[in-house]
């Protein structure tokens, strides 16, 4: 019996210590639950740290780039403190968005937020098969949430904080905006943020046109985009791999088939990077002054509420006037010609003592480079550091590693900050824009041949001597006013404006620029007056127009004047302008007489495809639809049988290093398929090559030399505008009539209906009773 009692008094003990443990458990259990509940009321209360309000839910912080778009469609550059474009679902590709869910969050479509059995695996297994974080949770880190803190409870804190933003994003939000959000905001470095801008800087293309391996590709970063970048040599291997896991994972959820497994995986890679950072891309420098007409257009125009509007961050969209074709094809010809340009240019230079220098003294040359070292980011950066004079000029002495410019690409290398300004002062520089006369918009525009390294802007910015492309301006004031012909003939001898007229101080006696006796000989038409460049003849024309109204048909034409003195010797050319004002200029003719302002804004919308501004032209009567065919008939000539017949035919120059420095030779543009009027420009000493060339409804401009006047050719053969910038045009043009999509005109310049001023010089001055030919009439002054 007491056996018995003694087993019974033990299954009694357990009994109670079962019922004990049981409370114990179900107490702790209880508690747990209830601390749950209380981290997360706490944590939705913000006492952990401030949670997003509904307003901040409703319109979570975007912090949109603003888009550039070039007329044809295509985005030419971004403004930014995150490069962020956002894009709609409907646009996202459907293997895109299976791809996500399959590897990041299976159950997406069937939890509120926080998927329960991924939690408790997650718990279970300590997170070695698999994450518990859902895709709605992940875009409430990026939202709202710092990174991931190292300290455990802190980590804990935090995720209690993600899960009740995700559960409210849940309501607030359908699925298919979650993951539109969640790809919009992620970041796939290089300043890729979203998955528009990774699309265009991975593959060069928009979402919608990505394959499925190349989806796979970006959803495989958004494990650790660094880890996983395709971009690194280090981390290809690793990208191939989780890549190969998506598509695993994609098979696996049933988006693709066992058989589309394997063929995409044995696939490479296959990435076409395509930076988008302010110095890459095209139209690089005309996105800077893009910001600087935008800075403008901000300060007249406020938002609704009385803010500014913030390029970098409002998601504004910019649609301009450039074409995205014709700007690649002008800087490919910039490139290819400033290229064979700057061999010959050393070459020549190879025995060249102050080179890259010319004709300058070793004074001279110490203060050039000591203008630029003051002028440098690096003088700026020292003495905002606090440093003086002597201890700045030291350090451009001091060895220094960096980066340099040069054709065949960048070059690592170590020199003094003083011989790095000696190097880039040997480097050509071009500026070239292209615009529709009819209209004004702006095509093309390069500043320069590579922003990276050369910052300054050729075409707007920067102002050089003309040349002889101001001439046109001063035959065309002769039209008008005297209503002479290009038929008309002058004497090519020397002509001498004396001292006190047209504001001479001196007596003024241009030479022509060949310099032999027969450049003085003889008449000569005005049309080959022009074609020839011929400067006496043009000194004959100011001589009896007077240069004021010269100055007041440029300033018409869009021409800042200020500078321009009002004196005889501008009608060579000695003014400096820029190759804007010159090409809009240029164009007034080709448009008949009407100038239209130069447009390259046609549209501003906000994130919201709201209309802020849309472009209304700016127009004005100049001249006569007469004396604009006119004009542009003499300027015919110049590629009829001026320095403008290397565009023809057959030209050619039996010198090898000269036909390497032609390029794009021969352009073979038929005399009568396509109509070309220019005009050829070059400085006294080959400092600066021009050539403004026209055909019907286009007009471009080509400027080309070096930062420093003193940086030149030695001789005229190579320094002139019919080899330093006509090459541009030729290359780009042929470049531009072979898309046929573009449309550019090849039939003749338009006519007025009535032509009183006689342009066909064949039979101009012939009476039709006498079967022998007289010359052309000859002018009186």
């Not at 603003?66 to 679902?89: A, C, H, M, Q, V």
């Not at 791809?99 to 939690?119: Q, V």
């Not at 990276?452 to 008008?480: E, N």
């Not at 030779?665 to 400085?683: C, D, L, V």
Request: net charge negative; glycine share 6%; hydrophobic share 35%.
């Amino acid at each position: 019996m007491a056996k018995t009692s003694g087993k019974a008094n033990q299954e009694a003990a357990k009994k109670r210590n079962y019922s004990r443990y049981k409370t114990w458990f179900w107490s702790i259990f209880a508690l747990g639950i209830c601390a749950v509940v209380l981290l997360f009321l706490l944590a939705s209360w913000g006492v952990f740290g401030s949670m997003p309000t509904f307003e901040e839910l409703e319109n979570p912080e975007t912090n949109l780039a603003t888009e550039i778009f070039s007329s044809d469609g295509e985005t030419l550059g971004k403004y930014y403190n995150e490069n962020r474009t956002p894009i709609k679902y409907e646009d996202l590709p459907q293997h895109l968005v299976e791809a996500l869910i399959a590897t990041e969050d299976e159950r997406f479509y069937e939890h509120s937020g926080i998927d329960a059995r991924g939690t408790v695996r997650a718990a279970v297994f300590l997170g070695k098969r698999g994450g518990a974080s859902t895709i709605t949770q992940q875009l409430a880190k990026l939202l709202f949430t710092e990174n991931a803190s190292r300290n455990p409870a802190a980590r804990v804190l935090q995720k209690f904080k993600e899960w009740i933003i995700a559960t409210r994003l849940e309501r607030q939000y359908t699925k298919e905006e979650i993951i539109t959000m969640y790809l919009n905001k992620y970041d796939f470095l290089y300043q890729a943020v979203g998955v528009r801008s990774a699309a265009k800087i991975y593959f060069d293309k928009e979402p919608k046109d990505l394959n499925v391996e190349e989806s796979a590709v970006l959803v495989a970063m958004l494990k650790n985009p660094i880890l996983y970048n395709p971009q690194k040599e280090q981390f290809k291997e690793n990208s191939l791999e989780r890549r190969n896991v998506v598509l695993s994972q994609m098979e696996a959820n049933d988006y693709i088939t066992e058989a589309e497994e394997d063929s995409l995986q044995q696939l490479p890679l296959n990435i076409k990077f395509s930076p988008q950072g302010h110095d890459e891309g095209v139209a690089t420098y005309f996105r800077v002054y893009l910001q600087g007409f935008m800075k403008e257009w901000i300060e007249e125009n406020p938002k609704p509420d009385g803010g500014e509007y913030n390029i970098y961050r409002d998601g504004l969209k910019i649609y301009t006037s450039i074409d995205s074709r014709m700007q690649e094809y002008a800087e490919e010809a910039v490139q290819m010609h400033i290229a064979n340009l700057q061999k010959e240019f050393d070459r020549q230079n190879r025995n060249n003592k102050t080179a890259p220098f010319r004709d300058i003294s070793k004074e001279e040359i110490e203060k050039v480079i000591s203008d630029a070292m003051r002028r440098s980011e690096r003088w700026r950066i020292l003495k905002d550091q606090g440093l003086s004079k002597e201890e700045i000029i030291k350090s451009f002495d001091t060895p220094t590693q960096m980066e340099v410019f040069s054709w065949k690409g960048n070059i690592d290398t170590t020199m003094t900050p003083r011989d790095s300004i000696f190097y880039y002062k040997s480097f050509f520089q071009a500026g070239m824009m292209s615009m529709t006369p009819q209209t004004g918009e702006v095509k093309a525009w390069v500043g320069g041949t590579n922003f990276k390294h050369f910052k300054y802007d050729h075409v707007k910015q920067g102002k050089r001597q003309v040349g002889s492309t101001f001439k046109p301006f001063v035959y065309a004031t002769a039209i008008d006013q005297l209503h002479l012909s290009p038929c008309d003939t002058l004497p090519k001898s020397l002509h001498t404006i004396e001292a006190g007229k047209h504001g001479n101080q001196n007596d003024w006696t241009p030479r022509n620029s060949g310099g032999k006796a027969d450049d003085y000989i003889g008449m000569v038409s005005l049309k080959k007056g022009l074609a020839e460049s011929i400067n006496t003849v043009t000194a004959r024309l100011i001589d009896r127009t007077g240069p004021k109204p010269v100055i007041d048909l440029v300033e018409k034409l869009g021409i800042d004047t200020e500078n321009i003195p009002e004196v005889p010797s501008i009608a060579l050319g000695t003014a400096d302008l820029s190759v804007f004002e010159m090409v809009s200029a240029y164009s007034t003719f080709v448009n008949e007489g009407v100038y239209v302002k130069p447009v390259i804004v046609t549209r501003i919308e906000d994130k919201n495809r709201t209309i802020l501004y849309q472009h209304v032209p700016e127009t004005r009567d100049v001249i006569s639809k007469e004396t604009a065919y006119v004009t542009v008939n003499l300027l015919e000539g110049v590629t009829q049988y001026g320095s403008g017949t290397r565009l023809r035919g057959d030209w050619a120059v039996n010198d090898p290093y000269y036909k390497s420095v032609v390029t794009g030779y021969p352009y073979n543009f038929n005399r009568e398929e396509i109509p070309i009027a220019g005009k050829t420009g070059t400085t006294q000493n080959q400092s600066d090559g021009w050539f403004i060339g026209m055909v019907p409804n286009l007009a471009t401009g080509v400027w080309v030399g070096a930062e420093d006047r003193s940086v030149h050719f030695p001789s005229i053969r190579y320094g002139q505008g019919a080899a330093m910038a006509l090459p541009i045009w030729g290359t780009y043009m042929k470049k531009v009539y072979n898309d046929k999509e573009l449309n550019v005109a090849k039939g003749p310049f338009p006519k007025p209906d009535v032509v009183t001023i006689r342009t066909d010089c064949s039979t101009y001055g012939v009476d039709e009773s006498d079967e022998e030919d007289r010359l052309p009439d000859e002018l009186d002054f």
